[in-house]
């Protein structure tokens, strides 16, 4: 049972060790009471305190002779390139206004790719991609409908 995330990791700890992963969604990396299975095969039974949220790259937990790192998941999203700063902060804006969450990849900001955003995006008249990425908030947010 993980309880926490592995805290402190020196250059050397994991020398040696076999490298597995635990590959999540955004959604699911704030899920923190659950079982899981690595993509070793592994199990494991989460319990970790309420409000935690893991991140990509993080480390686990570390055994006797192996890890594991948590990796986030390509989920569907919608990509937009804002023409301008202004731009892009009026789209983050209006997402935040809605409680949804946005993320930032290189010049492109990413949003859950839901009919809502879809529908903010259009009456915005904002140019967007459907696409496949790791979707790293930038904030937590939350939804009305759950």
Do not use: C, K
């Amino acid at each position: 049972m993980i309880t926490e995330p592995w805290a402190q990791t020196r250059d050397g700890d994991l020398a040696g060790r076999e490298r597995d992963t635990l590959v999540l969604t955004a959604e699911e990396r704030r899920w923190g009471r659950r079982r899981a299975t690595t993509t070793g095969g592994r199990v494991l039974a989460l319990a970790l305190p309420t409000g935690s949220t893991l991140t990509p790259g993080e480390i686990l937990h570390v055994g006797p002779d192996w890890y594991v790192v948590v990796e986030g998941a390509a989920e569907p999203v919608l990509a937009v390139m804002p023409s301008s700063r202004e731009e892009a902060l009026r789209i983050a804006f209006e997402v935040g206004n809605r409680h949804f969450t946005l993320a930032v990849d290189g010049d492109r900001l990413l949003v859950p790719d839901d009919p809502a955003m879809d529908q903010l995006l259009t009456r915005l008249g904002v140019g967007f991609e459907r696409a496949q990425a790791v979707f790293v908030p930038v904030g937590t947010g939350h939804r009305h409908d759950r």
